[in-house]
């Protein structure tokens, strides 16, 4: 269906009887709350679970979320559709017994494959990726899915998001690095030529930048009043767009900037492929 045909009231109504557990509250967390509650998802089926810091708790209490909050432990095993918005090097740290069979899982973790994903939570565990925290909280945020599925995308159009399409699941990694690019330009100053040069590159590789690219003029038009702040909420410690930042940073054209991101996506999948195997190995 087109986008602009889906009204969420009718999405929240597909998802009446639903509970939904959002697992990590930090700068992706904390979006995905906020424009849900917002708009008109129930507090009393959402649930909320952070690790270990104070500040995050006086946070989400200071957000309105107190009544959410629950530990992992509880979420994983109670909700039915449980969005998983943690680093990818903690996923190992989530309990997985429990889990409801019927439950829908949705990873918003980068660089996390959807074999690993499966190993980690089991089968039919969904991947997706969306915009960073201010696109999303201004209501301009978009997402995709690999491979796509309507509940995973309806979850997301409850968040106010727009669904973009990707055919794979490389795709869908050069979709997370796409993601990171406005804020990073907000902050960095990169010749329009070189942008325009590396956009059109990316889009004979990967289709969806022609959508991304729409999407990002959109975005850069209105720009924040606090640049350094959304570039901020956008770089996950160690992550892609921090890989990009630097990059750009230390001299690289902008082309080479979006391989570094690409290349730190591939890092990432290595390092938690690794542990996750290790972790397997000591089980069997
Ligand atoms: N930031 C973005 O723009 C963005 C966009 C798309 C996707 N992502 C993805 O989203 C994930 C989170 O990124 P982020 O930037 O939001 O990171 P972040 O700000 O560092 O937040 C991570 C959150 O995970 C929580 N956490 C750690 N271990 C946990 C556990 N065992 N159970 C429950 N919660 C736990 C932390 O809790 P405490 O606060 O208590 O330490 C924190 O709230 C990453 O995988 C990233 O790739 C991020």
């Not at 309507?150 to 690095?177: H, K, P």
């Not at 330009?185 to 959508?211: C, D, F, H, T, W």
């Not at 940073?249 to 591939?266: I, P, V």
């Not at 195997?277 to 089980?283: F, G, P, Q, T, V």
Request: aromatic share 4%.
């Amino acid at each position: 269906m087109h986008e602009s045909n889906v009204k969420i009231v009718d999405v929240l109504n597909r998802f009446s009887k639903t509970t939904i557990g959002i697992v990590g509250f930090g700068h992706l967390g904390h979006s995905l709350a906020i424009p849900l509650a917002r708009n008109g998802f129930p507090k009393d089926r959402l649930m909320i679970s952070h690790g270990s810091s104070e500040a995050t708790r006086e946070r989400a209490k200071m957000l309105g979320f107190g009544e959410c909050l629950t530990d992992s432990c509880h979420l994983m095993s109670n909700a039915d559709v449980i969005i998983v918005a943690i680093r990818p090097q903690d996923a190992l740290a989530l309990p997985r017994s429990g889990v409801k069979r019927a439950a829908l899982v949705i990873s918003f973790m980068a660089g996390l494959p959807i074999d690993l994903l499966e190993m980690v939570f089991g089968q039919g565990a969904k991947r997706m990726m969306c915009s960073g925290p201010d696109t999303i909280l201004s209501g301009r945020g978009v997402a995709a899915a690999y491979p796509a599925d309507d509940r995973a995308i309806d979850v997301v159009r409850m968040m106010g998001m727009r669904a973009m399409s990707v055919g794979s699941e490389e795709e869908l990694d050069s979709f997370t690095v796409g993601i990171c690019i406005p804020p990073i330009l907000l902050n960095i100053a990169v010749r329009e030529e070189e942008v325009l040069g590396g956009m059109k590159k990316m889009e004979s590789r990967y289709p969806v930048y022609g959508q991304l690219s729409d999407w990002m003029r959109d975005v850069m038009r209105e720009s924040p009043k606090d640049r350094d702040a959304c570039l901020e909420n956008v770089s996950t410690k160690g992550g892609i767009s921090e890989a990009m930042t630097s990059a750009l940073k230390s001299g690289s054209t902008f082309e080479a900037a979006l391989s570094h991101g690409m290349e730190r996506g591939r890092e990432i999948t290595a390092e938690v492929r690794k542990n996750i195997l290790l972790r397997h190995a000591a089980n069997l």
